[in-house]
């Protein structure tokens, strides 16, 4: 019998019978052929399946190597994870295609780092470390140079909580407060989860807390700098989705290309995210469907003037010296809201000038609400070559502390698109700084802002520090650029904007087709996202669409789900 050779998955050579069917004996050679190639695959099932059973190996580790929970099979302790020797492509070795199940509550020495992995997963098969039923990572500090586990220089590496596991610090805070361990008494920060120089690692469906609880204006042990929730500086293709954090200085310090920001609950900080770039520039940042809020727990000191240790960001891009700069940021449909703090609060969305020279800034449908304080800009995009803000609602906040709605300018900003945004509720609704450039008729158009000057802020609108209440001076009589922007816009009460606590839109509200159709900008990409408004309703493909960041009739969404079976401290 004769044999032709394929290839076959995994470039394995699979030999399959040549069988010459001739008119004479075609009926049985066929049914022959048939039986024959259905054995064989079968066989080659049986096969694929039995080596996909070798890859896929699972090791368990509890706190001291004993069984519990689900982690009853030869369990390992801390020890065996962290020894090098235990990592690499043998069937004992974590390796490719691994799942190291984590059991039960570990409890690591103050500033020592819990687990740390010692080897890489592959394209396609991750090493997954998977907390089981609640499992808890925790220590009384994980110090600055410790952590609960450390991921450095390793790739392809996904940390699944599934929804209920933990790290956290047990006594890590402001002296003497409410600690999960009992009264703080350590203040020297730390990261829960370190990732430098990392790709392709997956951080998901986890809680970190408190790794430093401060609960006191006067407590300046700790800067923000010194403790994180996640630290991965730099990360290629990192991935953090759908986790909770709260209590810590910057809840996510990274930077690198393709960056997926999805999803996460963050509160209780001084940043929510923060990258700041030197010599290197990188590109793609995806940051969406995010709940970032309550920021007051980091105040600095009452009375600290320009010497404040800390100022609030929920997004904070910036530039440290050096030419580096971020391109292709998307921010969108995030929730911004709570309080911001009393003393030194920046921006929800703070992108500083010249983070993102040379760049591309995508901002839209985010939702910006404050309490009664109030930020120098509460979405303030002060840097890019190419600036596009559409769709976007911005509300609350107060009109007698000097903050800015919507805020936008400095040296290297240019704006493309600036539209279908609905600006209210600060001393200021609309700015442009000194220093901008506005790129073609009519890039700033079709926005509503709320006129908030029966209700005591200062100004609606502010042109390179030129100041207006006045719609008609604003547009027609040359602060915004001898009657080329803004010429569809319009300026409503706030009484009257229809905006509900949460920014859907009510019936009869102005921004109800009040904006222009941007369809065309949908080509391709994370851009698409525009074409449908936050709750994921598509908006029309032709006609008007409506200013803001929910359209009309779009069903009053839900916040982005923290995973479940968490409990909070309180705090």
Do not use: H
């Given at each position: 019998m004769k044999y032709q050779s394929l290839e076959g998955a995994g470039s394995q050579r699979i030999e399959i019978p040549e069988i010459n069917v001739t008119k004479s004996n075609g009926r049985r050679r066929a049914r022959h052929f048939l039986l024959e190639a259905a054995g064989f695959v079968g066989l080659m099932v049986c096969l694929?399946?039995?080596?996909?059973?070798?890859?896929?190996?699972?090791?368990?580790?509890?706190?001291?190597?004993?069984?519990?929970?689900?982690c009853t099979s030869s369990p390992h302790t801390p020890a065996w994870f962290n020894d090098s020797a235990n990592w690499g492509s043998g069937t004992t070795q974590i390796g490719p295609g691994t799942t190291v199940h984590l059991c039960g509550t570990f409890t690591f020495a103050a500033e020592a780092t819990g687990l740390t992995a010692q080897g890489n997963g592959?394209?396609?098969?991750?090493?997954?470390?998977?907390?089981?039923?609640?499992?808890i990572l925790q220590a009384p500090s994980f110090g600055r140079g410790a952590a609960g586990i450390r991921l450095d220089g390793h790739s392809f590496i996904t940390v699944?909580?599934?929804?209920?596991?933990?790290i956290q610090a047990t006594l890590s805070g402001t002296a003497g407060a409410a600690c999960l361990g009992g009264p703080c008494s350590w203040n020297d920060g730390g990261t829960g989860l370190s990732a430098a120089n990392t790709s392709n690692?997956?951080?998901?469906?986890?809680?970190?807390?408190?790794?430093y609880l401060r609960t006191s204006i006067n407590d300046t042990a700790v800067d923000q700098w010194s403790n994180f929730s996640i630290g991965a500086n730099p990360a290629t293709n990192l991935t953090i989705n759908h986790n909770v954090f709260h209590d810590a200085g910057d809840h996510l310090a990274t930077q690198g290309n393709n960056m997926v920001i999805s999803n996460n609950e963050m509160y209780n900080m001084d940043h929510g995210f923060s990258s700041g770039l030197a010599g290197t520039s990188y590109s793609g940042a995806y940051i969406f469907g995010n709940h970032i809020h309550d920021m007051a727990a980091w105040d600095s000191p009452a009375g600290c003037g320009g010497n404040c240790p800390y100022h609030h960001d929920g997004l904070h891009f910036f530039q440290n010296p050096g030419p580096g700069f971020w391109d292709n940021v998307f921010i969108y449909n995030n929730s911004f809201d709570g309080s911001p703090g009393n003393t030194g609060p920046q921006g929800w969305v703070y992108l500083e000038t010249t983070c993102c020279t040379s760049g591309h800034v995508y901002v839209f449908n985010n939702t910006f609400t404050s309490g009664p304080q109030s930020f120098p800009g509460e979405m303030g995009v002060y840097s890019g070559a190419s600036i596009l803000v559409a769709n976007n609602t911005v509300w609350g906040g107060s009109f007698a502390n000097g903050g800015v709605a919507c805020d936008i300018g400095h040296g290297d900003a240019s704006i493309a698109v600036w539209k279908n945004t609905i600006c209210s509720g600060q001393s200021v609704s609309f700015n442009v700084q000194p220093s901008s450039s506005i790129g073609g008729i009519g890039a700033i158009d079709f926005?509503?802002?709320?006129?908030?000057?029966?209700?005591?802020?200062?100004?609606?609108?502010?042109y390179q520090g030129n100041n207006t209440q006045s719609l008609l001076i604003w547009r027609t009589i040359g602060l915004i650029g001898a009657s080329i922007h803004d010429m569809n816009s319009k300026l409503v009460p706030i009484s009257s904007l229809g905006l509900t606590s949460d920014g859907h839109l009510s019936a009869g509200s102005p921004a109800i087709a009040a904006g222009t159709n941007l369809s065309s900008l949908c080509t391709g990409g994370a851009i698409n996202a525009l074409c449908s408004d936050k709750a994921g309703n598509p908006r029309p493909k032709t006609g008007a669409w409506d200013a803001g960041a929910y359209s009309s009739g779009s069903a009053v969404a839900q916040l982005p789900a923290p995973p479940s079976g968490l409990t909070g401290t309180g705090h």
């Open positions: 694929l399946l039995s080596v996909s059973a070798v890859s896929a190996k699972d090791f368990y580790v509890t706190p001291d190597g004993n069984p519990q929970g689900v592959a394209s396609g098969s991750p090493i997954i470390i998977l907390f089981e039923g609640g499992a699944d909580g599934q929804n209920a596991g933990i690692v997956t951080i998901q469906n986890l809680m970190i807390r408190d790794i926005n509503i802002v709320g006129d908030g000057s029966s209700s005591g802020n200062q100004q609606n609108y502010s």
